[in-house]
C-alpha cells in the first residue's frame, strides 16, 4: 500500500494562493497517477485535479480551472496543487490519492492520505 502525506494546507484570505504538496512512500511500483479530491463535511468528496507521473497529462474540475495547477516531481514521487484565487467555497479537507490510472472517479483511487485543511475566509 502507497503511503501518502499531504502538506500545505492553511488559513488564507480570498484571492489569495496555496500550494499543497503530497509525497508518495512505500511499494509505488503501481503508482501512476496521483489527484486531490476535496470535501466540506456533510457533503461528497470531490475530484479537483489529476495527473499521470509518466509524462504529466492533467485533469482538472471545471470549478477549479484557470485557479488550480497539478504538477509533479516524479524524482521526488511529490504531486503539487498550486491554488490561485482562492474562493471561500474552495474551504474542504483536501485529499492526495494515488492509482494506476488518471480518472475522475474515486473507486480508481485506491490509496489515500489523511487530508489537509484549506480555509479561505471572505
Known amino acids: 500500500q502507497v503511503q501518502l502525506a499531504e502538506s500545505g494546507g492553511g488559513l488564507v484570505q480570498a484571492g489569495a494562493s496555496l500550494r499543497l504538496s503530497c509525497v508518495a512512500s512505500?511499494?509505488?511500483?503501481?503508482?501512476?497517477?496521483m489527484g486531490w479530491f476535496r470535501q466540506v463535511p456533510g457533503k461528497e468528496r470531490e475530484f479537483v485535479a489529476a495527473i499521470t507521473l509518466s509524462v504529466g497529462l492533467t485533469l482538472h474540475a471545471d470549478s477549479v480551472k484557470g485557479r488550480f495547477t497539478i504538477s509533479r516531481d516524479r524524482a521526488k514521487k511529490t504531486v503539487y496543487l498550486q491554488m490561485n484565487s482562492l474562493k471561500p467555497e474552495d474551504t474542504a479537507v483536501y485529499y492526495c490519492?494515488?492509482?494506476?490510472?488518471?480518472?475522475?472517479?474515486?473507486?480508481?483511487?485506491?490509496?489515500w492520505g489523511q487530508g489537509t485543511q484549506v480555509i479561505v475566509s471572505a
Open positions: 490519492v494515488s492509482g494506476s490510472r488518471r480518472s475522475y472517479l474515486e473507486a480508481e483511487y485506491d490509496d
Open positions: 512505500g511499494p509505488t511500483i503501481s503508482n501512476h497517477a
